[in-house]
């Protein structure tokens, strides 16, 4: 689903963004010292889009949400494979089309009120009703339980990779009914199953959580207290870094890189940037125009430039290094300025002459990316603007479908190749507006085969897919890159970028 992961999946993917937390107040106010108190310190430059799954769109947000609302399950450290959460055993019957989980024993949220699978029941209906990401589960029929640590999930189909889906945080476990609250009471300030209970917090300013003594996993979480801000700025970030005001900082531009030194962990390639065209009015909806546009741009250049060696030409609009990946059955594209002036001289809109690009302001990658994309344009005649929006501007634009352009970046949130197919759909095609008929049919395809070539031969179908119709196009892949302090033990990220709070211990 989790860069920026959206919103109808994820799921997805997040999407990706760049965030900053620290120990600090948020703005341009002094940081105090890190301390050793069990206080982790988490920088980002990107905002938190709110405790509602369903409206999760950056990773700021997912890394966030896995620190208080807990799903059934669990990814691997290594984000190869799904472990077990709440649930501590999941089996799948495919003639009876139902997956069983079994929660663990003596589950509570962090009130200390017991959590059963009548919570998990009424949860599933939750995410169902979900207006971004609920059409992931449409698969579910129902879920019974025959005692009060099962729940049976029923299938409309086939269905192998649920025990994935069921590890998004779009798959969080509420109290039934809320607890007596409304929905927008309750998202307000959640009580949950995870690791932290919030103690205070705001969209874009600081956030502070602290140990839920009601926690299912023994010993967890090491912490007594997470404190992430919202730091805009990458050198503010960096200086405070270094000055161990903050333990972590996520999502480092790979502009910023440097200034971190032997602290910076860079994760393998599991990111895809791309850009993404407006199909639901003029000029965009004119497929030529889009490729002639796709054939304009030096991806070189980005790769080279603005990823800065963390960076690597792209092979299709998939995020790689997840199960089932698979290349498109053809090259992707590659500058070409002659093809590029051939299919805009072809186009019905041949005579457009000015476009606008909307990117996340907290991104500095993002910022680089959008210059040499400005500056490729104006090689074949087009003028573009580029706007850089605060994070929830920027996905407010994405969602609406109110630009021409959008320059964003997304991976996965768990370890199966099915996550960015979920969070395409979610996203209307990358926020294109495109058709989303076709990659649901082959969303479904895919969770209903066991298969891994049939899984890969569906994934080349939707690569080949997007360079046929270039309604979005793949700019480079790229590393995610994390700073974490030498005074961190038990950080373990994925692929994403997403780690767990609760594993982390903290000390001198």
């Known amino acids: 689903m989790p860069r920026?992961?959206?919103?109808?999946?994820?799921?997805?993917?997040?999407?990706?963004?760049?965030?900053?937390?620290?120990?600090c107040s948020t703005g341009g106010d002094s940081a105090q010292p890190a301390d050793a108190d069990g206080t982790l310190h988490v920088a980002r430059s990107e905002s938190f889009d709110g405790w509602d799954p369903d409206k999760a769109a950056a990773y700021s947000s997912y890394q966030t949400l896995q620190g208080v609302l807990e799903p059934l399950l669990r990814f691997s450290p290594d984000g190869t494979a799904v472990e077990a959460g709440l649930a501590k055993s999941w089996s799948y019957d495919p003639a009876a089309l139902t997956w069983t989980f079994v929660l663990q024993d003596d589950t509570q949220f962090s009130d200390g009120t017991p959590l059963t699978s009548a919570d998990v029941a009424f949860s599933a209906g939750v995410w169902a009703d979900g207006s971004n990401y609920g059409s992931l589960y449409a698969n579910i029929t129902g879920v019974s339980t025959p005692d009060d640590r099962t729940a049976v999930?029923?299938?409309?189909?086939?269905?192998?990779?649920?025990?994935?889906?069921?590890?998004?945080s779009s798959s969080a476990i509420f109290p039934t009914d809320f607890g007596g609250k409304t929905r927008d009471e309750y998202f307000a300030k959640p009580v949950a199953a995870g690791a932290f209970v919030i103690a205070d917090w705001s969209p874009g300013g600081q956030i502070t959580l602290e140990k839920n003594e009601h926690y299912y996993q023994p010993g967890?979480?090491?912490l007594e207290k997470v404190v992430i801000d919202v730091l805009p700025d990458a050198t503010e970030r960096g200086a405070q870094f270094q000055a161990g005001q903050i333990d972590i900082s996520e999502y480092v531009g790979a502009s910023d890189a440097k200034q971190y030194g032997d602290s910076l962990v860079a994760l393998p390639a599991g990111q895809v940037e791309h850009l993404s065209f407006n199909t639901t009015r003029a000029p965009l909806d004119d497929p030529q125009l889009r490729k002639a546009i796709a054939y304009a741009i030096d991806y070189d250049a980005i790769t080279d430039g603005a990823?800065?060696?963390?960076?690597?030409?792209?092979?299709?609009?998939?995020?790689p290094n997840l199960a089932n990946w698979a290349p498109p059955s053809e090259a992707p594209?590659?500058?070409?300025?002659?093809?590029?002036?051939?299919?805009l001289d072809k186009s019905e809109s041949a005579d457009v002459d000015a476009l606008e690009v909307v990117y996340d302001a907290g991104n500095s990658t993002d910022h680089l990316v959008a210059q040499v994309i400005k500056a490729n344009l104006a090689e074949i005649g087009i003028d573009v603007t580029l706007t850089a929006l605060e994070t929830g501007a920027f996905l407010s634009r994405a969602y609406g479908l109110d630009a021409d352009m959008v320059l964003w970046s997304y991976g996965a949130v768990s370890p199966d190749v099915i996550d960015p197919l979920g969070w395409i759909q979610g996203t209307s095609w990358l926020f294109t507006g495109f058709e989303t008929d076709t990659i649901q049919q082959q969303f479904f395809a895919y969770t209903a085969t066991e298969s891994p070539e049939e899984k890969q031969q569906i994934v080349t179908a939707v690569q080949d897919e997007a360079l046929e119709n270039a309604q979005a196009i793949s700019l480079s892949e790229f590393q995610v890159l994390h700073?974490?302090?030498?005074?961190?033990?038990?950080?373990?990220?994925?692929?994403w970028g997403m780690y767990y709070w609760d594993t982390i211990k903290v000390g001198e």
Not at 10 to 23: E, G, K, R
Not at 333 to 338: K, R, T, Y
């Open 307 to 319: 990823f800065r060696g963390y960076g690597s030409a792209p092979r299709g609009i998939i995020p």
């Open 153 to 168: 999930f029923a299938l409309a189909t086939p269905d192998t990779t649920l025990p994935v889906l069921m590890t998004w």
């Open 483 to 495: 700073a974490v302090s030498p005074r961190i033990s038990g950080f373990a990220a994925a692929p």
């Open 4 to 23: 920026s992961v959206t919103q109808a999946l994820s799921v997805l993917t997040a999407a990706l963004m760049v965030a900053a937390l620290s120990a």
């Open 220 to 222: 967890r979480p090491y």
């Open 333 to 343: 594209f590659a500058l070409d300025l002659d093809r590029s002036k051939e299919l």
